[in-house]
């Protein structure tokens, strides 16, 4: 296998160190950041030793297969809140209303997977009863920010060929907005219900959670004629899992612990871009 390390600032005493832990044959400079050691030989205990080095050298690390290629993949699919972009859109719109800490508690424990997401979602919103529905323009002027390292993402998976799916337990509001300014090719997402120009505290239609999310991921693999394990999907809470397990490579960004566990790359310190090392 190749061994992948990569950090915000690297040095290289600390990648020789951890590359000598792995046997590698040699160590190949990726980017000025990003270095890929040749020729290891993967072992589950291995794997629990590089990690515990890289976590406390803040290095993310991957194993993977060598000669693999972006374009062996058809599709990206990405979750928004707190993967795509850097905030959970339903908490920033609850503090419009004085109640972000109330929703807050409620989406860390979703996305931690001790409250089942439907009902997360179902609470969460009825506590935006009569919010002026000019607070969803606030937020996505004053509060959204796509996370690090997206737009280059992106830009090389467009560039592989790869199509793009925005998936959420978000809102449509948002998804809409995003898929235009990036110039994504899918997006689902829950539809906030409003009324005479106020939020009612409900959502239109069925809710977009962990099940739906996996429905979507494998229904756009059918319409572009691929498997998901043509996919890539990455994500960071409870709710992404059933769709990362059937994907080719799971990507877990900046993610719960349970995410990070079960994902076949955690990216906990580099951009979104961090992916792109990972292919020759």
Do not use: W
């Not at 737009?151 to 799916?165: Q, R």
């Not at 691929?226 to 992404?240: C, K, R």
């Not at 900046?254 to 310190?269: G, I, S, T, Y």
């Amino acid at each position: 296998m190749n061994l992948i390390l990569q950090g915000l600032n690297t040095d290289r005493s600390t990648i020789e160190r951890i590359a000598g832990m792995a046997d590698t044959q040699c160590v190949v400079p990726i980017t000025a950041h990003a270095y890929r050691c040749e020729g290891v030989r993967y072992t589950d205990a291995l794997k629990t030793r590089i990690d515990a080095e890289c976590l406390a050298a803040k290095l993310d690390y991957a194993f993977v297969e060598p000669g693999r290629k972006l374009s062996d993949f058809k599709l990206v699919t990405m979750d928004m809140d707190s993967t795509l972009i850097t905030i959970e859109c339903i908490d920033e719109i609850a503090d419009m209303q004085g109640l972000k800490p109330q929703v807050a508690e409620i989406t860390e424990a979703a996305m931690r997977g001790e409250i089942e997401f439907c009902e997360s979602l179902t609470r969460r919103v009825a506590l935006l009863k009569g919010l002026d529905a000019s607070a969803l323009q606030r937020v996505y002027d004053e509060r959204l920010a796509l996370s690090p390292g997206a737009e280059n993402m992106l830009g090389a998976v467009k560039a592989a060929g790869l199509k793009t799916l925005l998936v959420s337990g978000g809102f449509t509001f948002f998804t809409d907005r995003i898929k235009t300014r990036l110039g994504m090719d899918y997006t689902h997402s829950n539809e906030l219900e409003i009324v005479d120009g106020k939020l009612t505290g409900r959502v239109l239609g069925g809710i977009v959670d962990g099940d739906e999310k996996k429905n979507t991921v494998e229904r756009v693999c059918s319409e572009l004629g691929i498997s998901p394990q043509q996919s890539i999907v990455m994500g960071d809470g409870a709710n992404d899992l059933k769709m990362m397990r059937i994907a080719g490579m799971s990507v877990a960004f900046r993610a719960k612990p349970v995410v990070r566990a079960q994902a076949d790359v955690a990216l906990n310190f580099v951009g979104l871009d961090g992916i792109l090392a990972l292919f020759d």
